[in-house]
DNA sequence: TATGAATGAGGCTTCATTCAT
DNA sequence: AATGAATGAAGCCTCATTCAT
């Protein structure tokens, strides 16, 4: 009512990117958590400073939303395994730790896991159409492309190493650690999941996978 | 409309279970592609020798007919599991069939390893419920735990070795192949999906599962 | 399986009369509970020693159902009414006992009054169709008559007395102690159906009825 | 389809308040007639100048719309009730006057009655989740209480005297008049209900109650 | 006399989305 | 840049009832 709250509310309101990464964060945590067909737009707009109504009006639609929100998710992702450097690691030492980091890393981002695997389910369709998404993942696996490169000149590494057959690898265990879990807990018991067990888990991958590229 | 049809009708009604059996196979196929919240019962019905109404009649509402397709899903793929013999076969031989055939199994059933990263997104909560499927899978466990116990006792395999653990190994390689397929795809190319990519990851699995079962 | 329980079996199932009143036993139960529309035949058929389909082998339909069911609760109420024994006694002291006897009467037989509400809320339908129910009141009413021509020969009641009139005022208070209780208690408290008050009120109304039919 | 149409349709849309007094107006007299079960959403809506969304919009589900239809019956009828003036007359005018019209006044609101009757035969849950309903009544009763109160200080009512408990002789006499009409009037005949009978009814009534008040 | 299996019709409710300002 | 009101289409589910033996 006063000039004053009026300011206030417009502070944030005239943000039109703030009003976005709002809207965003929610989307995020609410298709991590329902899916793309069970995540609800009026629940989203609730949990929003904005209106359902802005929601359309920025993203034209739950789809455009979503795919948004995979985007916003990747992106998060990368960026966080941008502060890893390799560089300056002979390239057994470097894969090692790209391996006990993308563990952890997954472990630690569970929505981002979920995204994924939402968007597995939904064939990919979402990510085939977004060239943002590509591009990110183009960068990550240059990172791992290089290290192969340094250990195979180095004759630490076999020859014919596929960097991407490693991601596969390494992607594989760190994921289905995260995404299967829920499934997994209640067939085998959650103990696998306990810190212990985890730090085990994730010695034995790193093991795993450096035997892979140094095999033969 | 002729007496011919009717007759050919009247042949599969009045067998309750043909019915639900016709209801469960089409159900499956429909939750593994659009998800629990995705899914249509009209569009099962439709696919259907039978009308909704029946879908109802016998599997009360839509979660009760998705908890069924999810136990069929599993029962299905442990029957599948049951066709190995391992008990002839000397420890290490008996682990790498079981991998190999692990890897090859879930490639085959796609519409399984939907039903369970489905089941995943919804915290496992239809599964949690289901003693049935918990039951297949203690079984499914029991044979890891012979196989690791004979290798312990011959000397092969290395003391202390986790059945559970291996299991982890074992599904996370095969379950992430054909679950995250679409994404990885999209991201890095379908080359790994090729016939003789898919051949190498399989044996790079095996050997990997196999270093960590002998490891030290 | 055995001749033995079938033959058990057999008993009760062999006698038609045993299995309608079981049916309209629960029935009655089942209407005054939930109403016409909101009565469930399978709720019904769930509580009774048979099967949905003999409901509809007996009774046709639920409107059926519930039009025997009204004649049954009417017919058992009046049965009970028959007991009392007024002839002998002067028509004051008769009068007195009957407004007691029904006052008492209809608040043992909570289901009879919910069920003529709920014939009151479809406007008296069934009960306009079955001449039973009819008959049985002709009846009930022919007992206060013969109270007030006694009470007026003996010049104790005034001259004119209406014997329907007076079963109206004897009715009212009688039937809406009952059938308003829900709603009296929510909105008064529940103190008026206390015993102590519900004597008080049983005497209050008794001495109303009698300055009625005393008046002038 | 003509500019004027359109013209009219807005001018009573984004009118948020009429377009809800439309909706329960109607509702009132559905449930009045059906009852919560036997009403039916469509046919609201299809009496409606607004669509069966809206009443979900508005009222959220069938439960809440009927909540809201009774809440708006009681408002209605203390309403009317609220145009007696008995402050200004002696006691036992007051209450001869309070009577009379409550008996007209239950008469002329049959739709009120029905609902009330509807309410006791689900236990009045709605009723008793509704505080708006229970202010309106603390109100009512405020004034039978006030009108004691007085009688007895002029010493013209006997001493101790429950307004709750006159309350309740008030309303069974009004209430079943014409919550029993239909059954009433089948098994007796309507000739209760004819205008000389009913103001004879009235006038026993009255007398009755004041009787009751002045008693000893 | 009895019954397990089956069902058409219609019930309530929810969804993403657009209108009109 | 922003919004409260409104909605068509479709979703899930339940009901009394009948079929076929």
């Keep these: 009512m006063t000039t004053k709250n009026q300011e206030e509310k417009r502070s944030w309101k005239q943000d039109p990117e703030a009003v976005q990464r709002d809207i965003l964060a929610v989307a995020v945590t609410e298709f991590a958590e329902h899916g793309l067909s069970g995540a609800r737009v009026d629940r989203i707009a609730a949990r929003t400073r904005t209106s359902k109504r802005m929601i359309y009006y920025y993203f034209g639609d739950k789809l455009g939303l979503y795919t948004r929100a995979l985007e916003v998710s990747y992106q998060k992702v990368r960026e966080g395994e941008a502060s890893l450097e390799l560089d300056h690691l002979p ?96 067939l085998f018991g959650a103990e696998v999941f306990s810190e212990t067990s985890q730090a085990r888990l994730r010695e034995q991958t790193v093991e795993a996978i450096l035997a892979i590229a140094k095999q033969k």
Excluded: Y
């Excluded at 695997?117 to 183009?138: F, G, W, Y």
């Design 91 to 186: 390239p057994a030492a470097a894969l090692e730790r790209l391996v006990a980091f993308t563990f952890d890393h997954h472990r630690n981002n569970p929505d981002f896991i979920r995204m994924v695997m939402i968007e597995n389910i939904h064939q990919a369709e979402a990510l085939a159409a977004s060239k943002t998404i590509r591009d990110l993942n183009v960068a990550a696996i240059e990172k791992l492309k290089d290290i192969c490169n340094r250990g195979e000149a180095e004759g630490v590494f076999r020859a014919g190493l596929d960097p991407v057959a490693l991601h596969w690898q390494i992607s594989a265990a760190s994921f289905f650690n995260v995404s299967n879990r829920p499934t997994f807990s209640v």
